[in-house]
C-alpha cells in the first residue's frame, strides 16, 4: 500500500506546526521531517516534541531526512549516532541518507569502495536501533544512473540498506521506469514532484501521464510505503493542497485497480 505525505523541507520557511496543520488539513498521512531545519541532528527535545505533534494530530513520521551524506558528514563532524538519536527520538523508522557528493562517474574504486564499507557501518548501528537506511536517489552521487544505484545497493549487500525513488530530470520517462523496476528489490519511499528539468516546476497534475505509469509499477511492489509531495511550485501552499488532492486521487485509483 502506498500513502501519501510531505517532505518538510518543502516549506523550509515554515515552522512545524504550520507543516502539521497543512498537512492535515490536506488530508495527508505523513511528513519526513528533515534534519537540516526542522528537525536538527541531535536535538532529541525537539524530535520528541515534534513526533508527539504529529501523533497528537494522527500524522506519521515513518522516516528521517538527515542529509547525512556518504564520504564528507562524518569528517565535517556530524555524528551518526546523533542522527539517530533525532530518528529514533522522532518515531522514525527510515533515515534517507546521501550516497556521496559528486558524480558515479567521477568516484573512483577505492573512493566508492571506503564509502560501501561506511555505507555498512551506519546500517549496523541503524540496524542496532531497528532502524534502517535509505539513499536519496539523486544527481551527483552513487545513485545518479540506474546502473549505479542497483551496483551500489549489490555492493552494499545489507538487509538494513534501502534506496528512496523518484524521476530523473531531464530523462525520458522510459529511463525512470526502468530505474523504479531495476532498484524496486530494494526500493522504500517515493519522492514526488513534476519537473521538466531542474529549473522549472509544475503543478503535478501535469505529470499525470508519467506519474499513472510510476504509481502503478510501485503499487506493485511488495510492502507498505509512502509518496512524499516535494518541491511545490512556487513553494505555494495553495498549490501545496491541489497537488496532494492529485497525488491522493492517483494512489486512490491505483488501489482500485
Known amino acids: 500500500m502506498i500513502r501519501a505525505g510531505v517532505v518538510s523541507v518543502t516549506f523550509r520557511h515554515l515552522p512545524t506546526t504550520r507543516i502539521i496543520d497543512l498537512v492535515v488539513d490536506a488530508g495527508l498521512a505523513a511528513i519526513e521531517w528533515g534534519g537540516d531545519v526542522h528537525v536538527p541532528h541531535g536535538d532529541v527535545a525537539v524530535a520528541q516534541a515534534v513526533g508527539r505533534r504529529c501523533e497528537d494530530n494522527?500524522?506519521?513520521?515513518?522516516?528521517?531526512?538527515?542529509?547525512?551524506?556518504?564520504?564528507?558528514?562524518?569528517?565535517?563532524?556530524?555524528?551518526?549516532?546523533?542522527?539517530?538519536?533525532?530518528?529514533?527520538?522522532?518515531?522514525?523508522?527510515?533515515?534517507?541518507?546521501?550516497?556521496?557528493?559528486?558524480?558515479?562517474?567521477?568516484?573512483?574504486?577505492?573512493?566508492?569502495?571506503?564509502?560501501?564499507?561506511?555505507?555498512?557501518?551506519?546500517?549496523?548501528?541503524?540496524?542496532?536501533?531497528?532502524?534502517?537506511?535509505?539513499?536519496?536517489?539523486?544527481?551527483?552521487?552513487?545513485?545518479?544512473?540506474?546502473?549505479?544505484?542497483?551496483?551500489?545497493?549489490?555492493?552494499?549487500?545489507?538487509?538494513?540498506?534501502?534506496?528512496?525513488?523518484?524521476?530523473?530530470?531531464?530523462?525520458?520517462?522510459?529511463?525512470?521506469?526502468?530505474?523504479?523496476?531495476?532498484?524496486?528489490?530494494?526500493?522504500?519511499?517515493?519522492?514526488?514532484?513534476?519537473?521538466?528539468?531542474s529549473s522549472q516546476r509544475y503543478r503535478l497534475s501535469e505529470g499525470h501521464d508519467a506519474w499513472s505509469r510510476y504509481i502503478a509499477f510501485a503499487a506493485g511492489v511488495p510492502g507498505d510505503r509512502y509518496a512524499f509531495l516535494e518541491f511545490v511550485l512556487n513553494d505555494s501552499p495553495d498549490q501545496f493542497m491541489e497537488d496532494a488532492g492529485t497525488l491522493s486521487r492517483w494512489l486512490a485509483t491505483v488501489a482500485r485497480s
Open 58 to 197: 494522527g500524522v506519521a513520521t515513518p522516516s528521517y531526512g538527515s542529509y547525512y551524506r556518504l564520504g564528507s558528514s562524518a569528517k565535517e563532524g556530524l555524528s551518526f549516532d546523533a542522527v539517530l538519536d533525532s530518528a529514533e527520538a522522532l518515531g522514525a523508522g527510515t533515515v534517507r541518507i546521501w550516497a556521496g557528493s559528486r558524480a558515479s562517474a567521477d568516484v573512483g574504486n577505492p573512493e566508492r569502495s571506503a564509502m560501501v564499507d561506511e555505507a555498512r557501518s551506519i546500517a549496523d548501528a541503524a540496524e542496532q536501533r531497528d532502524l534502517c537506511i535509505a539513499f536519496e536517489y539523486h544527481a551527483n552521487t552513487l545513485t545518479d544512473t540506474n546502473d549505479s544505484a542497483v551496483a551500489l545497493m549489490e555492493e552494499i549487500d545489507h538487509p538494513a540498506v534501502r534506496s528512496y525513488w523518484q524521476p530523473r530530470n531531464g530523462q525520458p520517462v522510459d529511463y525512470s521506469v526502468a530505474g523504479l523496476e531495476s532498484i524496486a528489490p530494494w526500493l522504500s519511499h517515493l519522492h514526488v514532484f513534476h519537473w521538466v528539468d
